[in-house]
């Protein structure tokens, strides 16, 4: 390139100084130092005068070309000039500062790339390996399988040949026998033959009356011949090879399963609340349902809420106290749990008929039914999914298994060195917090046992570190808008907020809750909790 054409383009538009080091990205133009203060001067429009490496970093104003946006109109969602912010379309809008909310925008961006979505691809990463470990050692034990069945096919095939080897001897050597004796009789009768032509000869050339008289014929013996021997020798017949008697290789199955997607969502490891917590909780409404045995709730609206307890019977009651609707199941027998989605339908789980089901126009639907396995308690995911707690016919095992309709996308039953995340007994809630970790109350286990949406373990709640020595009975779990995880134990009737991270950060303990069982946060984040022996359902504020 020519050196002086590129120190002309570089001039400063005042003196014309070649090799300008300064740039105005409001006027597009080329200035020396010693020529800033001078372009800064003129007041008829806004200016930046930036080195030439930071060229082209101003945001100017998409309304106003000739201004810089130096503000962020958070209800349009567009930079502004300081001549937009004084307009009547964006009266009464808040603002901020242009820099603040776009480092805003890249802190969150990047804490969510360190903290959620970087960890993410590193463990499906870790996956691949085990992937080809699992690929390898599955080929060398059917390798050795396959080895294994030719030798035993072998030795068979040498017993079996051994077996008519032997088998064949026998028969020729009976055979062979009947052949000699047949071959020495025939010997002996031509022996006799021989020697009665002989015989007959001698009596024709004799004189000896007396022989002659004596003669006796001996052709009416000669005359039975021996029995001919009707021989069907044994053959061998062989039987075609059929490749399916060896054995065959089950086809190669690849199929891509659809991942949880990574929504917007907090990162792990902050407990920093967007509002906060009430210093004494309160109950703002009281429900006396028919209920009896109230087991489970789940929040249609902030006003309506569906219950169910120790009858095939589900009710809808308002805040009012009214019953709206009641539906009884399919099968005449109880719910085990219910559950709201997000189009607001009811899903309820039958242990009696394997059943998940759910309430559609008035009208139930059977979407999953199991065979070895029991559905117990239930909850919707924020993907649109079902997260169905299982137990095994012998109540020897749990598992979570997650529904895309009535497909099964995930099942979560032992942690990466093959030991059970569960225990065994029944009585356990399921909860999605807004992180996508799924939370189950473990009753049996005596804690609330967390993995994140690939059914990876987090951590384990057994109560604060100060009450160890007390007893810990979880039942009832729900999680809330801010990751907040609410949690009843049924040993002091008292209700546990942890964070989402398993950090233990109060009690919800004056609202006088008689043995609390199922939970429901509302979009308000309120608190729905069921009683199991009074017959009652409360709703409890504990965010200001």
């Known amino acids: 390139m020519d050196q002086r054409w590129a120190q002309d383009v570089l001039r400063c538009h005042l003196c014309e100084t070649p090799s300008s080091s300064m740039y105005c990205d409001i006027c597009h133009i080329y200035l020396c130092k010693a020529c800033v203060g001078e372009h800064l001067s003129d007041e008829s429009q806004d200016h930046k005068v930036v080195s030439l490496k930071k060229r082209g970093s101003t945001t100017k104003c998409p309304k106003h070309s000739s201004n810089i946006s130096v503000l962020y109109c958070q209800q349009c969602d567009i930079p502004i000039c300081t001549t937009c912010a004084s307009s009547e379309e964006h009266h009464g809008h808040k603002f901020i500062e242009l820099m603040e909310n776009k480092r805003e925008v890249i802190q969150k961006d990047l804490q969510e790339l360190e903290k959620l979505i970087y960890p993410q691809y590193q463990e499906i990463a870790s996956e691949i390996p085990i992937h080809f470990a699992d690929l390898n050692k599955n080929s060398q034990e059917l390798t050795t399988a396959i080895n294994q069945h030719q030798d035993d096919l072998y030795s068979e095939i040498d017993t079996m040949t051994k077996t008519l080897k032997s088998y064949l001897a026998k028969m020729d050597s009976k055979h062979l026998a009947v052949l000699h004796k047949q071959e020495d009789e025939i010997k002996h009768t031509i022996s006799e033959i021989t020697q009665s032509i002989a015989d007959l000869k001698k009596l024709l050339d004799t004189n000896d009356a007396s022989l ?106 308002n805040l009012q106290g009214e019953l709206v609707q009641s539906i009884h199941s399919k099968s005449g027998k109880n719910p085990w749990d219910i559950a709201v989605t997000r189009t607001g339908d009811l899903v309820y789980t039958d242990d009696k008929d394997r059943s998940v089901n759910i309430l559609k126009k008035k009208k139930i639907k059977t979407l999953i039914r199991t065979r070895d396995w029991i559905p117990r308690n239930v909850c919707s995911a924020s993907s649109g999914d079902f997260l169905v707690v299982m137990t095994s016919d012998d109540e020897k095992q749990t598992k979570v298994v997650r529904y895309s309709d009535a497909t099964e996308k995930q099942s979560i039953q032992f942690d990466d060195k093959g030991r059970p995340l569960y225990s065994p007994d029944c009585i356990k809630y399921i909860s999605e917090n807004r992180n996508l970790d799924i939370c189950l109350s473990d009753y049996g286990g005596h804690a609330v046992v967390v993995v994140n949406q690939a059914g990876k373990f987090r951590f384990t709640y057994t109560g604060p570190p100060s009450t160890k020595k007390q007893s810990f009975d979880p039942l009832g779990i729900a999680t809330d808008s801010q990751g907040l995880i609410l949690i009843a134990n049924i040993n002091t009737s008292c209700i546990h907020v942890v964070d989402q991270d398993g950090q233990f950060l109060r009690y919800i303990k004056n609202c006088a809750l008689q043995n609390p069982r199922g939970f429901s946060v509302d979009t308000s984040d309120n608190l729905f909790v069921v009683e199991y022996y009074s017959y009652q359902l409360k709703k409890i504020k504990y965010y200001i």
Do not use: H, Q
């Open 212 to 317: 002659v008289a004596a003669y006796k014929s001996r052709n009416a013996k000669f005359r039975r011949l021996p029995p001919k021997l009707k021989v069907s020798l044994p053959r061998f017949i062989p039987r075609g090879f059929n490749k399916e008697l060896f054995g065959s290789l089950t086809a190669l199955s690849l199929i891509k399963e659809e991942r949880c997607s990574i929504i917007n969502s907090p990162v792990a490891g902050s407990s920093i609340l967007d509002k906060p917590l009430i210093d004494a909780p309160r109950i703002i409404a009281k429900v006396k349902t028919e209920v009896k045995f109230l087991g489970s709730v789940a929040c249609l609206s902030e006003n309506d809420i569906w219950t169910c307890g120790e009858d095939n019977i589900m009710r809808l009651y």
